[in-house]
């Protein structure tokens, strides 16, 4: 099938998209200044970081590991297999796969290849082609879009979109019938864009037309769709897939922040955020990822994104990051009632915020190695991201180790001191202190793991970055507790129920981001090679790599 044909539309010019809008509004509710945690790294901090490009730009260092690491990728390949192959005998073709009653579901009517789309280029990537041509001839033979349902529109867009054209990129952009797919499926999501702000309901009607109906939408969720159909309008030709995502970005540039952060969610007719609480956890998490990828999507010449970056960054530092008062680890909280003069810090990291130690790594060098940076090119602000992500990627690795099966609760607690006495602020005995004396606290309802992702990502983009093999080391012991406990003969992978328990108790489902995701960035970290160049392509938010371009 031939490939799809650009249009004649031009897209738009560097010129262009150099000089979008940068009107910005701040909030001018003034905050207590007690509120402020102020975080900066310490001088101890500083000289680690020294000893770190130190050791990046000596060679005997870095090839002084013993560990054989092409065999640990390739124990990660045989896991990707296994998933796939329970995925094959229980629900193959379905959205959905329900490991422990062998079953499947799905999203829509007749279904729409969303496991699939999403783990497509994890097959490519690992040389599992056999697997990955019985995915792309089932994507191409029997899914369509054109059918009634209501759909995740942030989902689709990450996970299907997403899939797909990393697919059609890695298949060498000549397998037609896959970018047709992506154009049909962008074409229908991109109605939900005929909002009278552009800001897009959280839902996309397949079949609908007309203008979508919203009120109030999650702010990651509108602001983590331009990567996809960016690229989009660069493989097609048409600038109004551009257009309407840059539409919603311009939006939420002139809606007023909180010294860069926003709250977690939109008004989609005023184009205000309308939250009462910011956290870079759900809801929240994307939008800053996001601001940094679209920069180093079109190769750093959209400055505004950078700039905003740069910005939110600085606010994280000054409101949402401190340290535990035992283990001293470094862990970003909320504000809660932001509209309010006394907000309120809450001790709370999901493990979706693990994210930023990756982020921050990743835009502290924009994706080049230590070892190929002069020392004094680094800028001081980058330095400080590049400490808090060490920091952080510690702390996470925290979230896994300290539990007694090894894997990590959707979501951590820490305890707190009191900035301004010094003591510690009592917690509820009922939350479980996961390791005696720790500091890290998991409530109830937050014991699960559903094989998330997150800190594998960012030990990937620590250990590219800086080099260190600790980095590598924490991934396998994360991959070694999955395979010891989620793993089972008779279901393949499960998703854990608690993870403060063991034997830990199952969950009767497997997420796709676990093959699209965490074994994809696993392979990726126990990889001698660079089978994707961080300054070549960049993630998006699901793990699919697309290639950087230029408009021109």
């Known amino acids: 099938m031939n490939k799809v044909q650009p249009t004649a539309q031009p897209l738009a010019t560097n010129s262009t998209t150099r000089h979008r809008s940068t009107e910005r509004h701040e909030y001018m509710l003034q905050w207590p200044d007690n509120l402020a945690t102020n975080w900066h790294a310490t001088r101890e901090q500083q000289k680690e970081l020294d000893d770190v490009i130190r050791e990046a730009h000596c060679e005997d260092c870095r090839n002084s590991s013993l560990i054989d690491w092409g065999q640990r990728r390739k124990q990660v390949v045989a896991a990707a297999k296994r998933a796939w192959d329970f995925y094959y005998r229980d629900a193959f073709g379905q959205d959905e796969h329900h490991p422990i009653s062998h079953a499947g579901k799905n999203f829509t009517q007749t279904g ?5 789309a999403d783990v497509l280029d994890t097959l490519w990537l690992m040389g599992l082609k056999s697997e990955y041509n019985a995915g792309r001839d089932f994507l191409v033979s029997q899914v369509t879009f054109d059918q009634p349902g209501t759909v995740s529109l942030f989902e689709s867009t990450i996970r299907l979109l997403g899939g797909l054209l990393s697919a059609y990129h890695w298949s060498g952009e000549t397998d037609g019938a896959l970018l047709e797919l992506a154009e049909d499926l962008g ?64 939006i939420i540039f002139k809606a007023p922040k909180f010294d860069g952060l926003v709250s977690n969610y939109i008004n989609g007719t005023s184009g205000k955020f309308s939250g009462t609480f910011i956290s870079l956890g759900s809801r929240g998490d994307s939008y800053y990822e996001y601001l940094l990828k679209q920069w180093l999507q079109t190769k750093q010449t959209e400055p505004i ?72 090119a680094i800028r001081s602000r980058d330095r400080e991201d590049l400490i808090l992500a060490r920091e952080l990627g510690e702390t996470c690795a925290h979230m896994y180790f300290d539990t007694p099966s090894g894997l990590a609760p959707e979501i951590g607690w820490f305890r707190q001191l009191n900035h301004e006495t010094g003591k510690e602020i009592p917690f509820n005995l009922n939350e479980q202190l996961i390791k005696p004396n720790g500091d890290i606290l998991v409530h109830p309802f937050d014991r699960h793991y559903i094989l998330r992702p997150e800190t594998i990502e960012s030990l990937y983009l620590l250990w590219k970055i800086t080099g260190e093999t600790i980095w590598r080391e924490y991934g396998w012991r994360i991959f070694e507790a999955i395979e010891k406990w989620a793993w089972s003969p008779e279901y393949g ?60």
């Open 112 to 116: 729409l290849g969303y496991y699939i």
């Open 493 to 552: 992978y499960t998703s854990i129920d608690n993870v403060c328990i063991t034997p830990p108790t199952r969950r009767n489902n497997l997420e796709t981001f676990f093959l699209s995701e965490t074994l994809k960035y696993l392979f990726l970290l126990f990889s001698d090679t660079d089978p994707v160049s961080l300054v070549d392509y960049v993630f998006n938010t699901e793990a699919h790599p697309l290639p950087m371009f230029t408009w021109d």
């Open 305 to 376: 994104f950078r700039e905003e970056y740069d910005t939110a960054m600085d606010g994280v530092r000054k409101y949402l990051t401190t340290v535990s008062p035992n283990q001293n680890l470094t862990y970003i909280g909320e504000l809660l009632s932001i509209n309010s003069p006394t907000p309120k810090f809450s001790p709370k990291m999901d493990h979706l915020v693990c994210f930023l130690a990756g982020s921050l790594a990743l835009g502290s060098t924009n994706g080049v190695p230590l070892s190929n940076i002069t020392p004094s």
């Open 187 to 250: 074409s229908r999501l991109a109605k939900s864009f005929n909002t009278s702000t552009g800001i897009p309901p959280e839902t996309a009607i397949l079949r609908s037309d007309g203008m979508p109906f919203v009120v109030e939408s999650s702010t990651s969720e509108v602001s983590t769709l331009q990567l996809e159909f960016r690229y989009l309008a660069k493989l097609t030709g048409k600038q109004s897939y551009q257009l309407q995502v840059d539409r919603i970005m311009d």
